[in-house]
T-cell receptor, first 113, second 116 residues
Protein backbone atom coordinates (compact mmCIF):
# COMPACT_ATOMS: atom_id res chain seq x y z
CA UNK A 1 0.00 0.00 0.00
CA UNK A 2 1.34 3.43 -0.89
CA UNK A 3 1.76 5.92 1.92
CA UNK A 4 1.83 9.62 1.12
CA UNK A 5 3.50 11.83 3.69
CA UNK A 6 3.38 15.61 3.62
CA UNK A 7 5.33 18.15 5.61
CA UNK A 8 4.81 20.46 7.29
CA UNK A 9 1.25 19.80 8.48
CA UNK A 10 0.79 23.48 9.30
CA UNK A 11 2.68 26.52 8.04
CA UNK A 12 2.21 30.19 8.85
CA UNK A 13 4.30 32.73 6.96
CA UNK A 14 4.41 36.42 6.18
CA UNK A 15 3.32 37.86 2.88
CA UNK A 16 6.15 37.76 0.36
CA UNK A 17 7.93 34.75 1.81
CA UNK A 18 9.05 31.78 -0.30
CA UNK A 19 7.01 28.69 0.66
CA UNK A 20 7.99 25.04 0.28
CA UNK A 21 5.71 22.07 0.94
CA UNK A 22 7.13 18.57 0.70
CA UNK A 23 5.59 15.23 -0.26
CA UNK A 24 7.07 11.74 -0.05
CA UNK A 25 5.57 8.48 -1.21
CA UNK A 26 6.56 4.88 -0.67
CA UNK A 27 6.04 2.98 -3.94
CA UNK A 28 6.22 3.62 -7.66
CA UNK A 29 3.59 5.90 -9.14
CA UNK A 30 2.20 6.87 -12.52
CA UNK A 31 1.68 10.52 -11.63
CA UNK A 32 1.71 12.92 -8.69
CA UNK A 33 -0.93 15.61 -8.22
CA UNK A 34 -0.87 18.80 -6.20
CA UNK A 35 -4.33 20.01 -5.19
CA UNK A 36 -5.56 23.16 -3.45
CA UNK A 37 -8.56 23.28 -1.13
CA UNK A 38 -9.89 26.62 0.09
CA UNK A 39 -11.95 27.04 3.28
CA UNK A 40 -15.13 26.86 1.21
CA UNK A 41 -14.19 23.26 0.48
CA UNK A 42 -13.72 23.16 -3.29
CA UNK A 43 -10.73 21.20 -4.62
CA UNK A 44 -8.71 22.51 -7.54
CA UNK A 45 -5.94 20.70 -9.36
CA UNK A 46 -2.74 22.78 -9.45
CA UNK A 47 -0.32 20.37 -11.09
CA UNK A 48 -0.03 16.84 -12.36
CA UNK A 49 3.50 15.61 -13.01
CA UNK A 50 5.38 12.39 -13.54
CA UNK A 51 8.87 13.84 -13.97
CA UNK A 52 10.85 17.06 -13.82
CA UNK A 53 9.33 20.42 -13.04
CA UNK A 54 6.25 22.51 -13.87
CA UNK A 55 5.51 26.18 -13.31
CA UNK A 56 2.24 28.14 -13.27
CA UNK A 57 2.62 31.78 -12.31
CA UNK A 58 4.07 31.89 -8.79
CA UNK A 59 3.69 28.15 -8.24
CA UNK A 60 6.40 25.62 -9.04
CA UNK A 61 6.20 21.84 -8.61
CA UNK A 62 9.13 19.46 -8.84
CA UNK A 63 9.40 15.70 -8.59
CA UNK A 64 12.33 13.34 -8.08
CA UNK A 65 11.21 9.87 -9.13
CA UNK A 66 14.32 8.12 -7.78
CA UNK A 67 13.92 9.66 -4.34
CA UNK A 68 10.08 9.38 -4.41
CA UNK A 69 9.77 13.01 -3.41
CA UNK A 70 7.99 16.10 -4.68
CA UNK A 71 7.97 19.73 -3.61
CA UNK A 72 5.50 22.55 -4.17
CA UNK A 73 6.95 26.05 -4.03
CA UNK A 74 5.13 29.37 -3.84
CA UNK A 75 7.13 32.48 -4.64
CA UNK A 76 6.14 35.94 -3.36
CA UNK A 77 3.38 34.43 -1.21
CA UNK A 78 0.14 36.35 -0.75
CA UNK A 79 -2.74 36.05 1.74
CA UNK A 80 -4.94 34.66 -1.04
CA UNK A 81 -2.58 31.65 -1.16
CA UNK A 82 -3.92 30.63 2.25
CA UNK A 83 -5.46 27.20 1.76
CA UNK A 84 -4.86 23.50 2.31
CA UNK A 85 -2.42 21.99 -0.19
CA UNK A 86 -2.81 18.28 -0.80
CA UNK A 87 -0.39 15.88 -2.45
CA UNK A 88 -1.93 12.83 -4.15
CA UNK A 89 -0.55 9.97 -6.22
CA UNK A 90 -1.87 7.57 -8.81
CA UNK A 91 -0.35 4.11 -8.65
CA UNK A 92 -0.51 3.23 -12.33
CA UNK A 93 -2.50 0.07 -11.69
CA UNK A 94 -4.93 0.56 -14.54
CA UNK A 95 -2.51 -0.30 -17.32
CA UNK A 96 -1.87 3.15 -18.70
CA UNK A 97 -5.13 4.87 -17.87
CA UNK A 98 -6.11 7.15 -15.04
CA UNK A 99 -6.11 5.94 -11.44
CA UNK A 100 -7.96 6.66 -8.28
CA UNK A 101 -5.76 8.82 -6.08
CA UNK A 102 -4.12 8.17 -2.71
CA UNK A 103 -3.91 11.39 -0.73
CA UNK A 104 -1.62 12.94 1.83
CA UNK A 105 -3.20 14.59 4.86
CA UNK A 106 -2.61 18.08 3.54
CA UNK A 107 -0.64 21.15 4.59
CA UNK A 108 -2.59 24.02 6.13
CA UNK A 109 -0.96 27.23 4.87
CA UNK A 110 -1.71 30.65 6.28
CA UNK A 111 -0.10 33.73 4.76
CA UNK A 112 -0.33 36.76 7.01
CA UNK A 113 -0.36 40.29 5.54
CA UNK B 1 -18.26 23.53 -19.76
CA UNK B 2 -20.04 23.78 -16.39
CA UNK B 3 -17.55 21.51 -14.70
CA UNK B 4 -18.42 18.48 -12.59
CA UNK B 5 -21.90 18.86 -11.14
CA UNK B 6 -22.96 17.24 -7.88
CA UNK B 7 -26.32 17.20 -6.16
CA UNK B 8 -27.48 17.78 -3.58
CA UNK B 9 -24.86 20.14 -2.13
CA UNK B 10 -26.04 19.46 1.39
CA UNK B 11 -27.99 16.51 2.77
CA UNK B 12 -29.17 15.97 6.31
CA UNK B 13 -30.84 12.66 7.05
CA UNK B 14 -31.64 10.40 9.92
CA UNK B 15 -29.85 7.18 10.66
CA UNK B 16 -31.35 4.29 8.75
CA UNK B 17 -32.54 6.34 5.80
CA UNK B 18 -31.42 5.80 2.23
CA UNK B 19 -29.21 8.52 0.76
CA UNK B 20 -28.48 9.01 -2.95
CA UNK B 21 -25.75 11.33 -4.15
CA UNK B 22 -25.56 12.31 -7.81
CA UNK B 23 -22.79 13.34 -10.16
CA UNK B 24 -22.59 14.59 -13.73
CA UNK B 25 -19.01 14.46 -15.09
CA UNK B 26 -17.52 16.85 -17.60
CA UNK B 27 -18.72 15.97 -21.08
CA UNK B 28 -16.23 13.78 -22.91
CA UNK B 29 -14.46 12.56 -19.80
CA UNK B 30 -14.26 8.77 -19.64
CA UNK B 31 -13.20 8.39 -15.99
CA UNK B 32 -15.34 9.15 -12.95
CA UNK B 33 -14.20 8.94 -9.33
CA UNK B 34 -16.03 9.04 -6.01
CA UNK B 35 -14.01 10.27 -3.01
CA UNK B 36 -14.93 10.87 0.63
CA UNK B 37 -13.38 13.44 2.97
CA UNK B 38 -13.55 13.30 6.76
CA UNK B 39 -11.58 15.08 9.45
CA UNK B 40 -10.24 11.79 10.79
CA UNK B 41 -9.27 10.04 7.55
CA UNK B 42 -8.82 12.89 5.07
CA UNK B 43 -9.59 12.18 1.42
CA UNK B 44 -10.14 8.57 0.36
CA UNK B 45 -11.02 6.90 -2.92
CA UNK B 46 -14.29 4.97 -2.77
CA UNK B 47 -14.72 3.73 -6.35
CA UNK B 48 -13.94 4.72 -9.90
CA UNK B 49 -15.35 3.99 -13.35
CA UNK B 50 -13.86 3.92 -16.83
CA UNK B 51 -16.32 4.10 -19.72
CA UNK B 52 -19.15 3.47 -17.23
CA UNK B 53 -17.56 0.24 -15.93
CA UNK B 54 -16.44 0.02 -12.29
CA UNK B 55 -12.68 -0.53 -12.21
CA UNK B 56 -11.80 -0.43 -8.52
CA UNK B 57 -14.34 -0.51 -5.70
CA UNK B 58 -11.93 -1.62 -2.98
CA UNK B 59 -12.46 1.64 -1.13
CA UNK B 60 -16.19 1.15 -0.69
CA UNK B 61 -16.55 0.78 3.09
CA UNK B 62 -19.16 -1.98 3.21
CA UNK B 63 -22.21 -3.40 1.54
CA UNK B 64 -24.28 -0.42 2.58
CA UNK B 65 -22.52 1.57 -0.12
CA UNK B 66 -23.22 1.07 -3.82
CA UNK B 67 -22.39 3.09 -6.93
CA UNK B 68 -23.67 2.97 -10.46
CA UNK B 69 -22.92 4.70 -13.73
CA UNK B 70 -25.79 3.94 -16.11
CA UNK B 71 -24.42 6.23 -18.83
CA UNK B 72 -21.49 8.52 -19.57
CA UNK B 73 -23.16 11.58 -18.10
CA UNK B 74 -24.51 10.34 -14.78
CA UNK B 75 -23.42 8.44 -11.69
CA UNK B 76 -24.97 7.77 -8.31
CA UNK B 77 -23.56 6.81 -4.92
CA UNK B 78 -26.13 5.25 -2.63
CA UNK B 79 -25.93 4.55 1.08
CA UNK B 80 -28.59 2.26 2.52
CA UNK B 81 -29.05 2.29 5.45
CA UNK B 82 -27.12 5.39 6.44
CA UNK B 83 -25.24 5.66 9.74
CA UNK B 84 -23.80 8.67 11.62
CA UNK B 85 -20.25 7.55 10.74
CA UNK B 86 -21.10 8.12 7.07
CA UNK B 87 -21.18 11.87 7.73
CA UNK B 88 -18.56 13.37 5.41
CA UNK B 89 -18.09 15.42 2.27
CA UNK B 90 -18.42 13.26 -0.83
CA UNK B 91 -16.59 14.47 -3.94
CA UNK B 92 -17.02 13.34 -7.49
CA UNK B 93 -14.20 13.93 -10.00
CA UNK B 94 -13.71 13.21 -13.67
CA UNK B 95 -10.88 13.08 -16.17
CA UNK B 96 -9.93 11.79 -19.57
CA UNK B 97 -7.15 9.50 -20.67
CA UNK B 98 -6.15 9.62 -24.33
CA UNK B 99 -3.71 7.11 -25.80
CA UNK B 100 -2.32 6.34 -22.36
CA UNK B 101 -1.75 10.00 -21.46
CA UNK B 102 -3.14 10.84 -18.05
CA UNK B 103 -4.70 14.24 -17.37
CA UNK B 104 -5.59 16.13 -14.21
CA UNK B 105 -8.77 15.32 -12.34
CA UNK B 106 -11.55 17.88 -12.09
CA UNK B 107 -13.46 17.85 -8.82
CA UNK B 108 -17.08 18.70 -8.22
CA UNK B 109 -18.10 21.02 -5.35
CA UNK B 110 -18.91 18.08 -3.09
CA UNK B 111 -21.97 16.94 -1.17
CA UNK B 112 -21.87 17.52 2.58
CA UNK B 113 -23.75 14.63 4.19
CA UNK B 114 -24.84 14.71 7.80
CA UNK B 115 -26.47 11.63 9.28
CA UNK B 116 -28.10 12.20 12.67
Amino acid sequence: KNEVEQSPQNLTAQEGEFITINCSYSVGISALHWLQQHPGGGIVSLFMLSSGKKKHGRLIATINIQEKHSSLHITASHPRDSAVYICAVGLGLSGGGADGLTFGKGTHLIIQP
Amino acid sequence: DAGVIQSPRHEVTEMGQEVTLRCKPISGHDYLFWYRQTMMRGLELLIYFNNNVPIDDSGMPEDRFSAKMPNASFSTLKIQPSEPRDSAVYFCASTESLAGVIYEQYFGPGTRLTVT
